[in-house]
């Protein structure tokens, strides 16, 4: 390893290239966390030197340099394996500032000099200047806006990049110019650069040139790196770990896609190659799933791509997976495994798993596959991914097969639900069923299991148990919403049959409602007596003290109890006005049968008045639907 601590000027007025490997993360820098500091850095030394200030060179990070050996190239050529975002901010800062130059002073000597710190001069007769003349090469992420942006003037690049947001837009010249900023980071650091340069120079009260002669001055002398250059025998891998990973400024996903390609780079594998067929989409912004948006799990809330590594890694560990040692772990299952022949297939199998990711987080079939993914997604239920992961991606496991265990798996799931058995030991409940299918691939073997189990934590509820729950649990209060719009859909889609037209619903745009109102006391008479709002305030109190259990209050308290079970609750694609909501049954159930075309609701036209009793009948309807869907 040589250590080196050149200025700025030395380290880019020089024929090099610094090549930012495929793995590195694209161009992260936001303004307020990095780009103001660097600029108030800046402003610093150039007042030290207008000052006539004692100036001692700013340090400015480090940045480690892999020499590489190649044939391809005729300048001395090194991959960035840290420091890549203060190199590209720098170089991003140079050429803000020769445009700057151009437009305020119009000094093709001052612009040529400016550009011997961002090109390569070109030899006679080389072939490779197109490739080589840039001496940052970022990854193909940032590459071409970057090339963009230095290879032309401002007004190039405003009429690139910058005036079809517009276009677009229509609005004022700085909102438009704030969505520009927004659109890239690259982008956005060089208009950052480009403003507050001819900011200070327009609040300058010295003289143009010598305000120019000082900025040059500053940015070539007064910033010093850190150069940290490896040898042959060095790991860069380690380095690069030991640097990153042991603070916040690298993602677990990071860390990892770091690790993979310095292994493939080390085995001499395509690096450009199987990042375009196997990584690309990770990284991209513009694909369809947003890989780095973020999402939640419980109390975590992490990118979609940390959250598939954690389940890969499940299947492969077949043990919980740590969201903050993701990296480690994935790290240690490679060492500790001899899995895969390549890096290569080592991604085609991470690949495969991602494309199944893809459809269990966004299901848009009817399969039996995709209800089983809606069902997990209502519910809030993360722990049975890797268990479907496996699965689906299993070869070995017959399409039939696989079918089944997600019929299995739904009703398991849904009829625990609806008897309120917990969910909180889900994670290892699910490792064994998963360790289970690896051995046996047989669905009818993984269903005679899950009946086998008997504890609160793993039981199968069976059709008693699901009746008697189903008629006396107040599912509304315990249960999100969601999941209950989804069985009362799934039952109203049972219903229609061959002479039904068959109708595609959407539950988002379905909402639960009470036909037995929450409010009921204004306008639903108990035993043809109607009740006080304080009747219904103290009726928990007086429960306790009032010695004949078919009392008023006794009463009050059981209406309350059925009102939020199954048989009082329906669904409605507009939720009723609360005035109506809250009226009497007659009126209530005159706006629902005019309104909803739904079959679940055609079942009130024949009832003529609403109570416990009709209550209890509808839940028995329902139960009777729901252990068919969701049979054992």
Known sequence: MNLNKPILEELFNKQIRFIIPVFQRHYVWTEQEQLQPLWDDFLNKYRERINKQK????????????HENTTTSTLSTYSVIDGQQRLTSF????????????????????????????????????????????????????????????????????RLLIQPFLQQSGVGYKT????????????????????????????????????????????????????IGLLQQDDPQMIFETMNGRGAKLTETDLIRNYIFMRANSNQENLDQIYEDYWDEFDDPSSAFKWHDQTSRGRYYESYLQFFMIDYLTIKLMSDVRYDQVFYQYK?????????????????????????YKRLSVPKGTSSFDKLAKRLIDMGISTVNPLILYVEGD??????????????LDSYLTRRLLCGYTIKNYNKVFIDYLKFLTQHKDADEFKQMLLEKTSDTNVWPRDNMLQEKILNRP????????????????????????????VAFINDGLTIEHLLPQNWFENWPLDDEFITEEDFNIAIHAVMTESEENGKYHKIINRNRMLHTLGNLTILTNALNPSVSNSSYDIKKQEITKHSTLLLNSYYMDRSTWDENEISIRGKYLYNHIKNIWSM
């Open 395 to 408: 070869d070995q496991i017959s399409i039939e097969n696989k079918n089944k265990i997600y019929q299995y």
């Open 176 to 227: 438009y110019r704030q969505k520009a900023k927004n659109s890239n980071r690259l982008l956005g650091a060089y208009l950052f650069f480009f403003d507050k340069i001819n900011e200070f120079i327009d609040e300058e009260e010295a003289n143009l040139d010598e305000v120019i002669k000082q900025f040059l001055w500053v940015l070539k002398r007064d910033f010093q790196f850190v150069e």
């Open 332 to 356: 240690s299952f490679i060492i500790n495994n001899s899995c895969f022949d390549s890096v290569k297939d080592e991604l085609r199998e991470l690949n495969k798993y991602s494309q199944i």
């Open 55 to 66: 100036i001692h060179p700013h340090y400015t990070g480090s940045i480690v340099l892999y």
């Open 475 to 502: 599912i509304y209060i315990d249960e999100k919403s969601r999941s209950i719009v989804n069985i009362l859909l799934e039952i109203e889609i049972a219903t229609r049959g061959s002479k039904q037209e068959k």
């Open 91 to 158: 170089q991003i800062f140079i050429t803000a500032f020769r445009e700057v130059c151009r437009k305020r002073l119009g000094d093709e000597s001052l612009i040529g000099e400016l550009n011997k710190l961002l090109f390569n001069e070109k030899s006679y007769g080389d072939e490779n200047y197109e490739i080589q003349k840039f001496k940052l090469e970022p990854t193909k992420f940032n590459k071409d806006i970057f090339q963009t942006i230095v290879s032309n003037p401002y007004d190039d690049v405003d």
